[in-house]
């Protein structure tokens, strides 16, 4: 009997602790969203629509063909990676002071990859200046973007757009075109 009721006072204290406090913001975690895309990504087949992954505080959403693996953390970073995994690509938020695209390469040049760099070229993404940078075979990734997110209620956002596995530039420009930045209208009753 004794063992019953404490199992149902645990069951009442973890429902509980999982519902945000009245007058509270919802942490991080509860920002992201996966929703249906009205239009297919290049990815897709023509009769199977992507998700969307979206993060409302780094600003982007991408569209995610149907059977890939998502993992990320709001505000932090998100990673995409096919069935078949033999690529992975991966958006993370660079901290700097300054948010130019100058200052972002500065960055790379100055860490662990700047002795990898073999290439520099201006690119877009979704419309917006970007540097595109592709690091030698033995480098920890095969490409990398860098772009600044739009402001979307809290300032822009540097963002490391990344690739990881196999150096198929197609397949991270097909990833890059699949990025889209959201606007403050877009995260209206989310923040």
């Avoid at 920002?31 to 239009?39: C, D, K, M, N, P």
């Avoid at 979206?54 to 995610?64: G, H, I, N, P, Q």
């Avoid at 998100?78 to 002071?97: D, H």
């Avoid at 990859?113 to 073999?118: D, F, K």
Wanted: aromatic residues 10%.
């Amino acid at each position: 009997m004794l063992l019953k009721v404490f199992g149902a006072i645990l069951a009442v204290l973890l429902l509980t602790a999982c519902q945000p406090l009245p007058g509270t913001t919802p942490t991080p975690a509860a920002r992201a969203s996966h929703e249906t895309a009205i239009q297919p990504s290049p990815w897709a087949s023509a009769t199977v629509l992507p998700s969307v992954y979206k993060d409302t505080w780094l600003c982007f959403a991408v569209e995610v063909p149907e059977g890939w693996f998502t993992d990320g953390v709001p505000g932090g970073f998100a990673s995409f990676a096919p069935p078949a995994r033999q690529a992975s690509f991966r958006i993370t938020q660079v901290a700097l002071e300054e948010l130019t695209l100058e200052r972002a390469l500065n960055e790379v040049r100055r860490g662990p990859l700047g002795a990898h760099i073999q290439e520099i070229a201006e690119t877009f993404v979704d419309n917006h200046p970007a540097l595109w940078i592709t690091f030698q075979p033995n480098a920890e990734f095969s490409f990398v973007v860098l772009a600044i997110a739009p402001d979307c209620g809290d300032g822009p956002h540097a963002l490391f757009i990344s690739m990881a596995g196999a150096a198929d530039r197609e397949s991270f420009e097909a990833f890059l075109n699949s990025i889209r930045f959201i606007s403050p209208e877009d995260t209206t009753g989310v923040r």
